[in-house]
């Protein structure tokens, strides 16, 4: 589950270049605040998540109304394996807003929280919000087969699979739900 939330973080977390104002180029991405919490989030990309949460817990505490740090600091506690304070997050938490790895990560961390009609709403959001994404799909999946309803994540499997035929992270979802059923 580390690597799949690593993924998402490395794959989708300021991805997109001007997503946040710490990546835009513009003025703000020179600020030392925006600095701070961009190299936070490279920090975690590498597998540094104990820093990274150590500069970004005074950023999130001085800027409560930064979603994007609110956010990237959820998908971090996650990574790190503090699943609790990742969905503990989850009500400060822009669900509308939110760009799909923050929705995926704490979706990810109610599941390994075994809190599975939590994780299956979440999925079930960033399915709506982004249809053009496999991993909330498999991440949905795989909840469903968490939770003992084997049936349920076969299917969800086989349409992430005709949708993403040559995925290997499907196809490997789709082998691991295989072996449970």
């Known amino acids: 589950m580390k690597r799949l939330l690593l993924s998402m973080l490395s794959c989708a977390a300021l991805a997109v270049p ?3 104002a710490a990546d835009s180029g513009a003025p703000a991405a020179t600020d030392p605040v925006n600095v701070q919490y961009r190299d ?3 920090r975690a990309r590498a597998g540094e998540t104990a820093v990274a949460l150590t ?3 005074p950023l999130v505490e001085r800027f409560p109304q930064r979603q994007d740090m609110l956010g990237d600091y959820a998908v971090i506690l996650g990574l790190a394996g503090d699943h609790a304070a990742a969905v503990e997050l989850l ?3 822009d669900l509308a807003a939110a760009p799909s790895h923050v929705i995926e990560g704490v979706a990810a961390s109610a599941r390994a929280l075994r809190q599975y009609a939590l994780a299956e709403t979440l999925y079930g959001e960033a399915i709506a919000r982004f249809p053009q994404r496999a991993e909330p799909r498999i991440g949905l999946a795989r909840t469903l087969a968490d939770d003992g ?8 499997i086989d349409k992430a699979r005709a949708a993403y035929p040559h995925r290997v992270d499907v ?3 789709g082998a691991d739900i ?4």
């Open 149 to 156: 309803k084997l049936e349920d994540a076969a299917a969800q």
């Open 40 to 42: 936070a989030v490279v």
């Open 55 to 57: 500069a970004l817990r």
């Open 171 to 173: 196809l490997e979802a």
């Open 178 to 181: 295989a072996k449970t059923r």
């Open 18 to 20: 001007a997503a946040y």
């Open 91 to 93: 009500a400060r938490i």
